[in-house]
């Protein structure tokens, strides 16, 4: 995945400053790799190398480069190690058009299979270069620009977005099926990106592009073709974005954005993890001895969730043990036939890279899942899977621990499918359900952000509190109240809802706060309901997280209680579904107590020692 920011001067003048500077812009979407491509006399070139937009630019000198017509991309590395040949943008064999995406290619392995039986020579493992030989293909065809990009457009699935410059038309087409592209228009020239903040200085107006809308932007203006037919371009909008936060996509914080991109991040791992090695993940499952889950913080209660699906799925009760706990405890139980299943987000914490080093000279297998391909957790792991949410630039974990969930639903349900226990059609049914959820979960979080910006009134000044859940919601109450300690500096505890009463309640009173997720499970809930009733009479603020349209929650009447709700999903899929909702509550909080929500204190990204 990456960001995209094109552009196609109308006079002629130089474009390469405004994209250099656009790409700047996008951190956020991608920093593994830069790349642009121009037209200089009539040939296209394409520059392009592992790292940021500006080591790049002075490595390759790209600040000296002159052209009319240029598609940048800046990248994050989801399919292909983070090196200069998988670097966007892509040529084909003819270097005549040149291809950068973001997002991913479900049917990528299947259309890899095409174009090299194809005589097509790949120069990289990314997904997107694939779409650069079949515009090729359909260029030698003697059709036109538009055409080629029509059969693309029909050619690839997924969750993506593309940007195809064409040397000979001196054009950028593009056309997305996942968030808009938003067309700049100015005087002088004509801007294409997938991040609309990006434009701001450059564009006067912007023009939004939907899925199944493809653009085409040429010196002679823009031309849009809705369901193959062209269609008139709609009115542009005003390029209205505070510059201070253009850097975060809009947003106030990085936690924030990536929160609202959460949903879409779970769309691009659906389409990230290909079938085969899902597959192979699947088997190295069923064949193990035994399998063990490390990991750490956030990546942690993951694993736990996990252990709920490889149990109700799969038939297998995995260990799950913090990667600091794991060698001291556990790895000498380890042998040749033992699977470790490591997480990592950031695929460089210490103690999952430590716990690996000793299951590796006892002969484990391991099972790498980590949100950086790049990282020392992919370069020891057996096989690893993608979690593919992109760049999360926030301390606090959002969307990657989301993405983290439905990775390891995918795992146990794969093997699930392997072992004869799932057939084809529930599988594919399930699989379907985890997007549609996704899809939900994004037209709802205005919503359920304001819910949560609500429920803070009651929370803002209670001196600490617990969260409490049961069942497969359980780890998803410890990882409300890490969220609450990193984003708020607010004290919760995580407490089992069977024990609430065994000693936690005695603390419950009028100025301390008291969450509650409603179990999925209908007598865990139906158990639940009274400890939030009691948690309201005791005093205590209570905030209730739970499915849009419970009708137990609504008969609850009290004035020290909130209610955030999120669209119903399947029992497996909750703990997604729930997590976003805790996450904005520990977010507002933060924010309404003036914490540094980006960076906690004492806290990094990745704990490496």
Known sequence: MGGLFGAVSRSGANVVPSVLEGLKRMRFKGYDGTGIAVVEGGVLEVYKDAGWVDYVAEKLGLDRLTSSIALGHTRYATHGRPTAENTHPFADCRQ??????????????????????????????????????????????????????????????????????????????????????????????????????????????????????????????????????????????????????????????????????????????????????????????????????????????????????????????????????????????????????????????????????????????ILGVTNYIGSRLARLSNVYLPIAAGPELAVPATKTFTSTLLLLYLVALRASREAGKTDASTYAQKVSSAREAALRLAEALPRVDEEAKQAVKLVRGCRGGYVVSRGITYPLALEAALKLKEAAYFHAEGVEAGEFKHGPFVLVEEGFFTGFIVPVEKLSAEATYPLIQS?????????????????????????????ISTPPAERHLAPIAYAIPLQLLAYRLGVELGRPIDAPRYLTKAVTR
């Open 96 to 365: 005549r058009v040149a291809v950068a995406g973001d997002g991913a290619i479900s049917n990528y392995e299947r259309l890899k299979d095409r174009v090299v039986m194809g005589g097509h020579r790949l120069q990289s493992r990314s997904d997107f270069e694939v779409a650069a030989h079949l515009v090729e293909e359909e260029l030698e065809k003697d059709r036109s620009f538009t055409e080629a990009l029509k059969a693309l457009q029909g050619a690839l699935e997924g969750f993506y977005a593309v940007a195809v410059l064409d040397r000979d038309a001196e054009c950028i087409g593009a056309f997305t099926q996942a968030t808009p592209l938003y067309i700049g228009l100015s005087s002088n020239t004509l801007y294409i990106t997938n991040t609309l903040p990006a434009l701001y200085g450059f564009a006067d107006s912007y023009v939004a592009i939907e899925p199944g809308e493809l653009a085409l932007l040429c010196r002679e203006g823009v031309r849009v073709f809705k369901e193959g037919r062209e269609a008139p371009l709609k009115p542009g909008s005003p390029v209205d974005v505070d510059p201070s936060l253009v850097e975060k996509g809009g947003f106030q914080h990085h936690m924030l954005r990536e929160v609202y991109e959460a949903p879409y991040a779970l769309l691009r791992t659906l389409s990230s993890v290909q079938e085969k090695y899902l597959q192979l993940a699947a088997r190295l499952v069923l064949g193990a001895e035994d399998v063990y889950i490390i990991a750490n913080g956030t990546s942690l209660h993951a694993g736990m969730v996990a252990s709920y699906y490889l149990s109700e799925l799969v038939g297998i009760s995995p260990v799950v043990t913090s990667a600091a706990e794991f060698p001291l405890y556990y790895v000498e139980n380890v042998s040749p036939g033992s699977l470790v299943v490591a997480i990592s987000q950031s695929g460089e914490t210490g103690d999952v890279l430590s716990s690996l080093y000793e299951a590796k000279l006892r002969g484990a297998t």
């Open 535 to 563: 948690a309201a009479e005791a005093g205590a603020s209570v905030v209730a997280v739970g499915f849009e349209g419970d009708g137990r929650l609504a008969e609850i009447k009290s004035e020290r209680l909130a209610v």
